[in-house]
């Protein structure tokens, strides 16, 4: 089962989906603002206290997620546009990940391109973000443990980067909703981080191949023009 993933139509750029985020992140905050002043005015028994106070949290903890996908690796504009070496990056983006693979019962497997190393053009912290939240839904889709392989090569004048997991695997139908906003599959998912990603990489002329099969895995193939 193989998907390309190129929509320029329906992925938009990051900056678009900046309004709908802030009231995503809104929609918690007045949540818990409301839950506040309850706590503080009404003659609460214990249970309810407590009960307020979890929805405070959980709503916390959600506009927090939001954020982490949507924000907290890039810097903010104007970008800086540079040259990045794709093996510096997948090694930095492994020992991002390392704490949340050894958390999660997952080893990372990291093979690099030999001799001169694959690189790319792009706003280095937003790259990031994109490869982190890629590597981070693979861990996800790792629920009793699995492999994550992390590769870098040049092929034909592209730089190319590939990020597979063991995971649960996709659907087709799942496949194509991947990269819209608010999809998600996971009971505390944002469905941004795939959004942000795809818009990132399509931003850095990039193009997404995906293969995916239920139950065996995810492979992410992300090919950039080279510009060593
Ligand atoms: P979130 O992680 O908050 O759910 P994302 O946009 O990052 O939002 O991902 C959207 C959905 O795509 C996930 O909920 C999951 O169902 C699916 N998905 C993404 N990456 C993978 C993967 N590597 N393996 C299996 N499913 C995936
Ligand atoms: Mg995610």
Redesign the pocket.
């Known amino acids: 089962m193989q998907e390309e993933f190129f929509k320029s139509e329906k992925m938009k750029i990051v900056g678009d989906m900046a309004a709908s985020v802030a009231h995503e992140i809104r929609n918690p905050l007045t949540t818990v603002r409301g839950f506040i002043q309850l706590l503080g005015t009404a003659e609460l028994d214990s249970g309810k206290k407590d009960y307020y106070k979890r929805i405070c949290f959980d709503e916390l903890d959600r506009a927090e997620l939001i954020i982490t ?1 949507y924000l907290s690796l890039a810097k903010p504009d104007p970008e800086v546009i540079e040259s990045i070496n794709l093996n510096d990056e997948v090694q930095y983006l492994a020992n991002v990940l390392l704490t949340y693979a050894n958390y999660n019962n997952i080893q990372i497997n990291v093979a690099l391109a030999e001799e001169q190393a694959p690189c790319v053009v792009g706003d280095r912290y937003k790259f990031r973000q994109a490869m982190v ?1 890629i590597g981070k ?2 861990i ?2 790792m629920q009793g443990g699995g492999v994550l392989d992390l590769k870098t090569d040049k092929l034909n004048g592209q730089a190319v980067i590939v990020i597979s ?1 063991t ?4 659907t087709a139908e ?1 496949m194509k909703r ?1 990269g819209t906003p608010y ?4 009971e505390k ?7 942000v990603s795809f818009g990132i990489i399509r931003k850095m002329s990039g193009k997404i191949d995906m293969k ?1 099969e239920l139950g065996k895995g ?1 492979e992410f193939k992300l090919i950039f023009p080279n510009v060593a």
């Not at 998912?189 to 959004?195: E, I, K, Q, V």
């Open positions: 996908d939240n839904n693979a996800e889709a997991d995971g649960h695997g996709m799942q991947l999809y998600s599959t996971k998912g944002t469905g941004l981080g795939t959004m995916s995810t």
